[in-house]
């Protein structure tokens, strides 16, 4: 390895061994709350719904909670929460007996039957309980947070670190939010690339797509600005590399039976959550499966995915050659059934160490890629199980109609297929399920720095007036439910949210 590798590998291994430490000394005054006078025009039109406000928004959330906190008629309904929460986390069977033993008696109380407790509960909470938040200084709080988060993002809130990879229209790098040291991956779309080859519309589509999501499956956009030469996706730091990585770059090709399970098990929720929005993934492949530092998985480069109407399907043949379906071969009329596809051929990928049809180092010319993908049967060699075989066989269906997952039950079929026997897909959609690899933080999962190749430089064209439309659709700053995530993962919440003297109306403070 080169020197200057080194240097950037020890550089950003240094960064993003402690949060808090890599915050900048003037951490405070980027996040300095305005004064509550200044919030009046935000007060006036922000919209007033529970739901947003209390539930989705984690500040908010958290607000919400210490004012029913504060509140004696309301602290029963807090604990309650909490018990929720801590049963989920615990396990999904049994009840405690401190939470039966709190639901009876707030049920007594305020609600007649247990339909759902959660629900039930937010009915309670969002009537008199919301009303009486908003005239109280945590929703005052609430607002100055929200006129933080609204303060322009510019290329100075980051620090940057070595580049990670290289994309079709920039360069994707390392990077960490002064204001609270937290890390990032920054895809970079170079405008004038965008403008030479018409990105447009794909990169605004995927900017789109990914602020709407919030799966942990699906890497989470975070801020999307712009700079004078590129437009910038913030995004979740996968800093165990890419699938493609693991399978080729580390011993010998492909990964054992409990690596390949987990992911596939992970990518099948991811592909569940975008399917439940209607989006249709189409890019499936190892190099867009990014993993975690826990060794947890998420989708990512989500250019190629479109959001289809109610039962609609789309026509179009995009993909990478190797992954893609018959049917988008075929130039027909496709829905969800690609992406089960493309699972297949991630899952036996996976497990041969090479894709399903073509042999390793042969590089067949595109029709006869078709005409393999189309009219061949994959072979199963002996590293295939009887199970893994069996669940690549039927997601490799030539007809969708006949495929796995393309039936009424969607991605569900494909969960309770044996192969997932030991997997228990409510611990893992919430987190619990411990990863079987873990990476090394002292590793550095990409490739060096000077074997990335440079990204080449456009010329002759230029940016006038008419991109400008453009710029400013994509540019709008920070993701709401990502970005206060990351003020309460960073303890800059904590630290910050701190009241004046008990009773005091103003929560503009003192430090
Ligand atoms: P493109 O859409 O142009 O293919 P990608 O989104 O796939 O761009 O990013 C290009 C490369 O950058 C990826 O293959 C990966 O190596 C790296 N990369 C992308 N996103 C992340 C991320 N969130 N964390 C770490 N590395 C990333
Ligand atoms: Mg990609
Ligand atoms: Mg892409």
């Given at each position: ?339 089960w596809?493309?699972l297949g ?45 069996n669940l690549?066989s039927l997601l490799l269906t030539?007809?969708?109609?006949e495929r796995l997952g393309c039936q009424?039950?969607?991605g569900?079929e494909v969960?309770y297929h ?94």
């Amino acid at each position: 390895m080169e020197i200057e590798s080194i240097v950037a590998n020890s550089a950003l291994i240094r960064a993003r061994e402690g949060k808090s430490k890599g915050r900048s000394w003037k951490w405070r005054e980027m996040l300095r709350f305005p004064h509550i006078s200044q919030c009046a025009e935000l007060a006036m039109s922000i919209e007033r719904d529970y739901y947003s406000l209390c539930v989705k928004q984690p500040i908010g959330k958290k607000l919400f909670q210490l004012f029913c906190r504060s509140r004696p008629n309301l602290q029963t309904f807090m604990s309650l929460q909490d018990a929720l929460v801590d049963k989920e986390r615990k396990d999904f069977g049994i009840m405690s007996l401190n939470l039966f033993c709190l639901v009876i008696c707030v049920f007594s109380k305020y609600i007649n039957s247990s339909v759902s407790w959660n629900r039930d509960l937010h009915k309670h909470l969002c009537g008199e309980p919301f009303r009486q938040y908003q005239d109280s200084m945590f929703f005052d709080r609430f607002l100055q947070w929200k006129m933080v988060e609204r303060q322009p993002i510019t290329k100075q809130c980051f620090r940057q670190y070595r580049l990670l990879g290289k994309g079709g229209f920039g360069e994707v790098w390392a990077c960490q939010v002064r204001a609270t040291g937290m890390m990032y991956a920054c895809k970079k779309l170079e405008k004038t690339h965008v403008k030479k080859r018409r990105g447009e519309a794909m990169a605004l589509n995927e900017k789109q797509i990914l602020e709407r999501l919030d799966s942990r499956f699906v890497v989470n956009l975070v801020y999307a600005y712009e700079t004078k030469h590129a437009l910038c996706m913030v995004l979740t730091m996968m800093s165990g590399g890419d699938l493609r990585f693991h399978i080729y770059n580390i011993g010998k090709p492909g990964l054992d039976r409990k690596r390949v399970r987990f992911y596939a098990a992970e990518v099948c929720c991811g592909l569940i959550h975008l399917h439940q929005m209607s989006i249709l993934y189409r890019d499936l492949k190892p190099e867009n499966i990014l993993l975690d530092d826990n060794g947890h998985i998420r989708i990512s480069d989500l250019g190629l995915a479109v959001k289809l109407s109610e039962g609609s399907l789309v026509r179009g043949r995009v993909g990478t050659l190797g992954y893609m379906a018959p049917e988008v071969i075929g130039l027909e009329h496709y829905g969800m059934s690609a992406d089960w596809w493309g699972l297949g051929c991630l899952i036996y990928e996976m497990t041969a160490g090479q894709p399903p049809f073509r042999a390793r180092g042969e590089h067949p010319k595109p029709p006869e890629m078709e005409r393999r993908i189309q009219k061949e049967q994959e072979e199963y060699g002996d590293k295939f199980s009887q199970n893994v075989k069996n669940l690549c066989s039927l997601l490799l269906t030539k007809d969708p109609k006949e495929r796995l997952g393309c039936q009424r039950s969607g991605g569900r079929e494909v969960q309770y297929h044996p192969f997932f026997r030991k997997i228990n897909f409510r611990m893992l959609e919430a987190g619990l399920v411990e990863a079987p690899f873990k990476p090394d933080p002292r590793l550095v999962y990409c490739s060096d720095v000077q074997d990335i190749e440079e990204f080449s430089i456009v010329k002759g064209v230029t940016l006038d007036h008419t991109d400008s439309n453009f710029y400013s659709k994509f540019n709008t700053g920070k993701v709401p439910i990502s970005w206060q995530n990351e003020i309460i993962e960073t303890g800059c919440f904590g630290e910050l949210n701190i009241f004046g003297p008990v009773g005091s109306r103003s929560p503009d403070l003192d430090w």
